[in-house]
């Protein structure tokens, strides 16, 4: 674009508009210099030519020197800069109104023509009754005062004649230059018409590309919330589906095995008494998930957790491997940390009355709270609830834990350092 310029010396004044000062100032040097350029080329052409035609020598040398202004520099003068310039809009109204009048004055003097050749055909082939004429002659032989009588009616007749003339010449000059002022305004607003239609227009195109842009992304916008809840209904149907399919197993499995079997025997790294007595669980104890003490938590999980086999694997003859008793958050995560992604673990929970299921995943370890309210567990938010625990861990093995599908629990985690850290939990001092 710049090459363009400075080759044509020329900028459209819309272009010139869009320009910052910087950007002015720059382009007007680019062009002075292509100037000086020019100027020198030309010279050591004509030296050129002056040296073949072998003429005298003349002093190429020029110097181009610019008007300064006030504050010292070049004098530069921006066309719409200037309080008194016209805008860009009146430049063109007067372009159209220029080239309207001249339009119009040519069609009114083709007129005046045409009227000017009627006329003077109409006229000059008025000539004189021959009857009055002979009459005249007449009365000039007879007598000289009908003579004089005959040349007054003459007379008369003329001046008739050339004021009827003058009325229908400017008759018709009114008629010509009421058809031009017409004419140019008629014009005029045709140009106006022009210049409005192609600016809707452009303003249309505009508006439609928006609009266009616009319903593309509703659209866009449309189709992912209707897959979004097209995919959370699919997943709310399988965890349904999976989780009556799992009830029913439980169920026919419990009424098959009989009665629950007695308490595992004490672990083996540490000397722990188990006592062998029926636990029961107290109807009088009353959960509330706020904070508790490790005291309030370890006679919770005695009282209401260890008659249900809570943390038990499901032929309840020991602790699951992924069984842990109340460890912090930050010992989870070193647990998880060193096994890696798709590990997990559920551990009591060190603040509140349930447990809390620890997953390792490839952005990081992630929480998720179990609410082990009314002898049933299920995710905090969720809406699937589980009769053990040992159902909702085999059911996420299959079912991410959440609807992106990115955590499922896949290897568990279990003890470190050949102790183990739930022994409070079943052991009574």
């Known amino acids: 674009m710049l090459q363009q310029i400075l080759t044509d010396m020329f900028i459209e004044p819309e272009l010139l508009a869009e320009l910052n000062e910087d950007q002015k100032q720059t382009l007007f040097f680019k062009m002075r210099e292509e100037q000086v350029r020019r100027w020198k080329e030309r010279d050591a052409q004509q030296v050129k030519e002056e040296v073949g035609s072998k003429r005298p020598k003349k002093d190429p040398a020029k110097s181009v020197s610019w008007m300064k202004a006030s504050d010292g520099d070049d004098w530069v003068w921006v066309m719409g800069d200037h309080p008194e310039d016209k805008s860009y809009d009146q430049i063109c109204d007067g372009i159209m109104a220029q080239r309207a009048a001249l339009q119009a004055q040519k069609e009114a003097e083709e007129l005046r023509a045409k009227k000017e050749a009627e006329l003077e055909k109409r006229f000059s082939a008025v000539h004189l009754d021959p009857e009055l004429v002979l009459a005249a002659k007449e009365v000039e032989l007879r007598e000289e005062e009908a003579r004089q009588a005959a040349a007054k009616e003459q007379l008369r007749l003329k001046e008739e004649l050339k004021k009827k003339e003058e009325a229908e010449r400017c008759k018709a000059e009114e008629e010509v230059r009421g058809l031009e002022e017409a004419r140019a305004q008629q014009i005029y607003m045709d140009l106006k018409d022009v210049q409005k239609s192609r600016q809707h227009q452009d303003k249309e195109d505009k508006e439609d590309k928006a609009w266009q842009e616009t319903l593309r992304k509703s659209k866009v916008a449309d189709q992912r919330r209707l897959s979004i809840a097209k995919q959370t209904r699919e997943d709310y149907r399988r965890?349904?589906?999976?989780?009556?399919?799992?009830?029913?197993?439980?169920?026919?499995?419990?009424?098959?095995?009989?009665?629950?079997?007695?308490?595992?025997?004490?672990?083996?790294?540490?000397?722990?008494?188990?006592?062998?007595?029926?636990?029961?669980?107290?109807?009088?104890?009353?959960?509330?998930?706020?904070?508790?003490?490790?005291?309030?938590?370890?006679?919770?999980?005695?009282?209401?957790?260890?008659?249900?086999?809570?943390?038990?694997?499901?032929?309840?003859?020991?602790?699951?491997?992924?069984?842990?008793?109340?460890?912090?958050?930050?010992?989870?995560?070193?647990?998880?940390?060193?096994?890696?992604?798709?590990?997990?673990?559920?551990?009591?929970?060190?603040?509140?009355?349930?447990?809390?299921?620890?997953?390792?995943?490839?952005?990081?370890?992630?929480?998720?709270?179990?609410?082990?309210?009314?002898?049933?567990?299920?995710?905090?938010?969720?809406?699937?609830?589980?009769?053990?625990?040992?159902?909702?861990?085999?059911?996420?093995?299959?079912e991410a834990l959440t609807p992106s599908g990115g955590e499922q629990l896949l290897h568990a985690c279990g003890q470190s350092g050949g102790t183990v850290d739930y022994a409070d939990l079943f052991t009574r001092v």
Not at 239 to 254: N, P
């Open 239 to 398: 965890r349904s589906v999976k989780a009556l399919e799992q009830g029913r197993v439980s169920s026919v499995t419990k009424a098959l095995g009989g009665e629950k079997p007695a308490l595992p025997p004490k672990p083996k790294p540490r000397n722990l008494t188990v006592t062998s007595d029926v636990i029961t669980q107290k109807p009088g104890v009353r959960r509330t998930p706020s904070c508790s003490s490790p005291e309030r938590i370890i006679q919770w999980f005695r009282d209401e957790q260890l008659p249900l086999r809570a943390g038990f694997q499901r032929d309840q003859s020991r602790i699951a491997t992924w069984f842990h008793g109340i460890i912090s958050r930050q010992e989870a995560e070193d647990l998880l940390s060193e096994k890696g992604p798709g590990y997990f673990l559920i551990r009591v929970s060190e603040r509140i009355l349930g447990y809390v299921l620890s997953h390792c995943s490839q952005e990081g370890c992630k929480h998720f709270l179990i609410d082990a309210t009314d002898n049933c567990y299920m995710l905090l938010g969720d809406q699937l609830s589980f009769s053990s625990l040992v159902e909702l861990v085999e059911y996420h093995e299959v």
